[in-house]
């Protein structure tokens, strides 16, 4: 699944073309490296976002093409 869409669907950004712009803009991170919005984001993958406020780090649990909402944080797991 792409970033972009994986952001979305977790519901960790609220739109795709948020999680595009920030891909774009070079603030996700996948292990270490600096992704466009159309890479392959797999099970195991630690996804750093960064903000102007700070940063979130997280690790991916499942990918999934849809989820309802109280069930999208089940996708990751934020790291310290």
Same mark, same amino acid.
């Given at each position: 699944?792409?970033?972009?869409?994986?952001?979305?669907?977790?519901?960790?950004?609220?739109?795709?073309?948020? %999680?595009?712009?920030?891909? %774009?803009?070079? @603030? #996700?991170?996948?292990?270490?490296?600096?992704? !466009?919005?159309?890479?392959?984001? @797999?099970?195991?993958? #630690?996804?750093?976002?960064?903000?102007?406020?700070?940063?979130?780090?997280?690790?991916?649990?499942?990918?999934?093409?849809?989820?309802? !909402?109280?069930? %999208?944080?089940?996708?990751?797991?934020?790291?310290?």
């Amino acid at each position: 699944m792409r970033i972009d869409k994986f952001l979305k669907v977790s519901r960790i950004l609220k739109r795709r073309t948020v %999680a595009q712009e920030a891909a %774009a803009a070079g @603030k #996700i991170s996948v292990n270490g490296r600096e992704v !466009k919005p159309a890479y392959r984001v @797999k099970v195991g993958d #630690i996804v750093e976002l960064r903000f102007s406020t700070g940063a979130l780090r997280f690790r991916v649990l499942e990918l999934k093409e849809t989820v309802k !909402k109280d069930d %999208a944080s089940s996708l990751y797991e934020v790291l310290p």
